[in-house]
């Protein structure tokens, strides 16, 4: 016992010392009961013996409460570094906020009172000092925007915890005196306590103002181009209608007068060889022969000039119309080239306008020639539906196909020059062209509206 002072006392004057406060502490008494237990654990010990002990047992449970105090001491000095550290964090991250290019800004409670703010959030609403917005509600610095749906989108992210995106918003704001109209990217994000429960707002904006404006200029400009390379493209087509007219029109009287002047000359040249082939043959045999084979010749050349007369404008187009036309020039491609078409027109289809029964002659023409060039098959097969409102064309043939993805839609490829000029007619009567081709072979398909017609040019 020391003077003064029992072991009692003594706890408690080292639990009331720093230096000595987290010292492990056991008591020794003589006293038994469960009154003396309590008072010794009330007082702070950490462990209490009764008189007697063994040596074996303090020892024990000294080295027990030394382990225990180390590890005591390692979790206080690991909380003191962690506690110390989340202070340095937020000490930094308040520092970012502040430097931050973008506005920033902490709202607190249903109120949306603002705590904290940056120099940016300043800048974008247009107030001088933090005194004007720091400690007041939105409302309260921001009378401006009312009515813009703003403090009702704060109090949904409020209420309901969800944060809010808005990109490029129009927002009306009152800076430095003057209503502006600016445009911010801005989103709203809940604060939650330890509890989970939303205690505030964190607010962060960018103004673009600029580049929507920026952006809004470019499209302006962007459909006023739009808008002269339409007109400009609309007249290319009808010039270019005109152009596909003229050709058909220059067709039509090469073909008239390869027929009549052209055909009657040789006409008459042979009717002229004809008696000098007689008198050569009674003079010399070898005259007579080579006459004949003038004749020949001159016959040849004819059967030639009328069939490239009727390839470049058939008279039978103008005079029986489509069908006819079209029996006709499959007949004589299937005599020249060996290549078999079978030919399916509706029997419903009546006259079509000109115009109509040229593009799809030259269609047909065009694409017949394609595959005697290029397919390899042997076969193909022309098939015509007409109805009220519309003529379907399909030229199939099972040769070897074409790259893929060929159509006006979707041509990745080069095609030629007789592929454009068909889509041209095509397009030129609002009509629909496609090409289908696989290891199958390739069908062209073509269709155009009843009664179409092509566009004119004012003058």
């Not at 020639?369 to 064309?393: C, M, P, W, Y």
Request: charged residues 30%.
């Amino acid at each position: 016992m020391m003077p003064n002072l029992d072991g009692f006392g003594l706890l408690n004057e080292l639990r009331s010392d720093l230096r000595t406060k987290t010292v492990p502490v056991i008591l020794l008494s003589a006293r038994a009961g469960e009154d003396s237990r309590v008072e010794g654990i009330e007082q702070f010990a950490d462990d209490y013996l009764v008189k007697p002990f063994t040596a074996r047992e303090l020892l024990v449970r000294v080295s027990t409460h030394l382990k225990m105090a180390k590890v005591r001491s390692e979790a206080a000095e690991l909380e003191r570094r962690l506690r110390a550290h989340a202070d340095l964090e937020r000490n930094r991250l308040r520092e970012s906020f502040t430097l931050a290019p973008a506005a920033m800004a902490l709202l607190s409670g249903p109120d949306h009172r603002v705590t904290f703010l940056n120099s940016a959030f300043l800048a974008l609403t247009g107030r001088q000092t933090t005194t004007q917005v720091l400690g007041k509600t939105v409302r309260e610095s921001f009378p401006e925007l009312e009515g813009q749906g703003l403090n009702e989108l704060l109090n949904q992210v409020y209420q309901t915890g969800e944060p809010f995106v808005a990109k490029q918003r129009e927002v009306r704001l009152r800076r430095k005196g003057q209503d502006e109209t600016v445009y911010a990217s801005f989103s709203c994000h809940p604060m939650r306590d330890v509890d989970g429960n939303v205690e505030g707002i964190l607010v962060h904006a960018v103004e673009v103002t600029a580049e929507v404006l920026a952006r809004t200029t470019l499209e302006t400009r962007v459909k006023e181009r739009t808008a002269e390379l339409s007109e400009a493209e609309e007249r290319l087509r009808i010039l270019s209608g005109r152009l596909l007219r003229a050709q058909d029109d220059e067709r039509r009287r090469l073909a008239r007068e390869l027929h009549d002047s052209a055909g009657q000359m040789l006409a008459a040249l042979k009717m002229n060889l004809v008696p000098l082939e007689e008198g050569a043959a009674q003079q010399s045999p070898r005259l007579g022969q080579l006459a004949a084979n003038g004749i020949e010749l001159v016959d040849d050349l004819s059967k030639e000039l009328r069939t490239m007369s009727y390839l470049l404008h058939p008279p039978l187009l103008d005079e029986a119309g489509l069908p006819s036309a079209l029996r006709w020039y499959v007949e004589g491609f299937s005599e020249r080239s060996g290549i078999q078409v079978t030919l399916a027109v509706d029997p419903q289809l009546a006259r079509l306008s000109r115009e109509v029964e040229t593009t799809i002659f030259r269609i047909v023409q065009e694409s017949l020639t394609n595959i005697h060039r290029h397919s390899g098959s042997k076969e193909a097969e022309l098939r015509i539906v007409h109805d009220a409102l519309q003529t379907r064309v399909e030229i199939e043939d099972r040769g070897r196909g074409m790259m893929p993805n060929t159509s006006n839609e979707e041509r990745p490829m080069r095609v030629g020059v007789g592929i454009q000029g068909m889509q041209e007619r095509v397009r030129q009567l609002g009509g629909e062209f496609k090409i289908q081709s696989g290891k199958d072979g390739t069908t062209v398909i073509v269709v155009l509206p009843t009664g179409a017609a092509t566009p004119q040019l004012a003058d």
